[in-house]
């Protein structure tokens, strides 16, 4: 089986502070998964020596790659995280108290609402049709660096989940989860590197 490893950026200082998109550096936590997950990948991709890595073009990605070595590198702007639009750089409650219908909107459809002037997650899944396309046409393994919606997407996608369950799925900070797909079916394995 060829294994895709799927992992979040490393926290981010957004992150801290609850802000939702942007494009900001690494807090301390991210600083040191980002160590933790060069070591992991290089252990577990040993003899694997046409595996590549795939980021965003969002820094973050970039960064928590930084420390892997020996691994071509690709940027794809269709992982880069849902566009939050005009919401972009706000918290949960900034956006509960200045836009209570955006809010609730997207408490009870969050699949279909789309951020005004940005994206939903119907429009997310929909982008990353070239990258799952070229995942499955990879025979080597990747290493998939991206973000919360973009990552519940495609674990959905490997793992044949249904629709609506894309947006409420846990793919938590530092875990790396291991999809293997076999010819018996999709296995699964995931590695909380810190706590
Ligand atoms: O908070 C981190 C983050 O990646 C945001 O940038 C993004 O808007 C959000 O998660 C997506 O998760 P949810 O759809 O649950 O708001």
Not at 78 to 84: M, T
Not at 111 to 132: A, F, T
């Amino acid at each position: 089986p060829r294994p895709i490893l799927l992992t979040r950026h490393g926290e981010s200082q957004d992150n801290v502070r609850g802000r939702i998109g942007g494009d900001t550096e690494l807090s301390e936590h991210g600083e040191i998964y980002k160590q933790k997950l060069a070591k992991f990948v290089e252990k577990r991709l040993e003899s694997e020596r046409a595996a590549s890595i795939w980021t965003s073009t969002l820094q973050r990605t970039i960064l928590t790659a930084g420390p892997i070595v020996g691994f071509p590198k690709i940027q794809w702007r269709a992982l880069d995280e849902i566009n939050a639009g005009v919401c972009d750089g706000m918290t949960y409650e900034q956006i509960k108290k200045n836009m209570p219908d955006d809010y609730e909107s997207r408490k009870k459809d969050k699949l279909r609402y789309r951020y005004p002037r940005g994206e939903s997650y119907l429009d997310v899944i929909q982008r990353l049709e070239p990258v799952i396309i070229e995942l499955e046409r990879q025979r080597a393994p990747v290493v998939v660096i991206s973000h919360q919606a973009v990552l519940r997407a495609l674990y959905a996608y490997f793992t044949d989940r249904p629709l609506k369950e894309i947006p409420h799925m846990e793919v938590p900070l530092h875990t790396i989860i291991e999809i293997d797909l076999g010819v018996t079916g999709v296995q699964e394995k995931r590695y909380k590197l810190m706590d």
